[in-house]
């Protein structure tokens, strides 16, 4: 299976970023476009670890940390200040953190905590960037890019059933509360974030996807499996069959998302790494997926998510 693993023209690594996280893909993503001369913002929790991943790049000029915190609201109003305090343009937004599989639990506002992380937060940063996207855009004469970080599981995986988005009960106030299937809903809200900003914005100015990454060796298997032996023993078999890839493997598709020129580039769309789709074809994986294999990733469904979570956010 890693013979299928999709990775990026070298070319587009020798691309100058001059003008233009700390683990996992983040950090690969974070590292790769440093030296290319790219001025990076992490935007992390905790800020040893940042500075950590700052100080392995070694790229100081180009490497930077602001604080933010996904399941508060106010922290993600107070980034936002603070970057624009330092920075007057910004190309490229990738919602990148996230949490994955988590006990049930509450953000500071009160929303289920994969939901509220992984949508509803990075819904309200990428409302109150916008318009630097923007403007950056027409500063410079080529459309910003928005890349969500979603999930095979915005789809269908093997031992969970078709995400959908249940818009009676976000928050699992009336239904037994279940980590798996919160995941996957927070991970659809990703996609359906992603199809409808394609609409609100022209792609001239602004081109918006979704990347599944590929099953990737990281610090979220921690809310799967326990640190030690065993987790390590497991993660070793399935890289060796394929199943799971390494970190860099893992930011190849958000990579290609950023610097492919634009004019290759599907707005709205879908770009997966192999993944444990239940849909054969998507398994493979595409740069996009031809076809996205949900019924509940509608039109209409994004339509209406869009206009909820502004009111969720008081935009």
Not at 30 to 45: D, F, G, P
Not at 86 to 115: C, I, K, P, W, Y
Not at 169 to 174: C, L, M
Not at 202 to 210: H, M
Request: aromatic share 10%; charged share 25%.
């Amino acid at each position: 299976m890693l013979s299928f693993v999709h990775r990026c023209d070298d070319k587009l690594f020798e691309k100058d970023l001059s003008g233009q996280a700390n683990s996992g893909i983040g950090f690969e993503t974070t590292r790769q476009l440093a030296s290319q001369n790219a001025t990076v913002i992490l935007a992390c929790r905790d800020e040893d670890k940042a500075e950590d991943a700052i100080d392995d790049i070694d790229l100081p000029e180009n490497t930077f940390f602001l604080h933010l915190d996904l399941s508060d609201l106010e922290s993600v109003r107070e980034f936002v200040n603070e970057f624009k305090e330092s920075f007057d343009r910004l190309d490229v937004l990738v919602n990148n953190a996230g949490v994955a599989m988590t006990n049930a639990g509450l953000t500071e506002q009160g929303f289920e905590t994969q939901f509220g992380c992984n949508h509803v937060a990075h819904f309200l940063l990428f409302k109150l960037l916008v318009p630097m996207l923007l403007k950056t855009a027409e500063d410079t004469g080529r459309p910003s890019r928005f890349v969500s970080i979603s999930s095979a599981a915005a789809a269908q995986v093997h031992g969970a059933e078709l995400a959908e988005i249940n818009f009676d009960d976000f928050n699992f106030e009336t239904r037994k509360y279940n980590r798996t299937e919160a995941y996957c809903q927070s991970k659809l809200a990703n996609y359906l974030h992603v199809m409808e900003a394609s609409k609100q914005y022209d792609s001239n100015r602004l081109i918006c996807v979704a990347v599944h990454p590929g099953w990737v060796q990281s610090n979220n298997d921690r809310s799967v499996l326990s640190d030690g032996f065993f987790r390590d023993s497991f993660n070793s078999i399935l890289m060796f069959f394929g199943y799971m890839i390494s970190a860099r493997d893992g930011a190849q598709t958000s990579l290609f998302c950023i610097l492919n020129d634009a004019t290759d580039m599907e707005n709205g769309a879908f770009y997966s790494q192999i993944g444990p789709y239940v849909d054969a074809v998507a398994r493979k994986g595409g740069w996009p997926l031809k076809e996205f294999p949900n019924k509940n990733a509608t039109p209409e469904n994004a339509a209406r998510l869009w206009e909820i979570s502004e009111k969720l956010i008081e935009v």
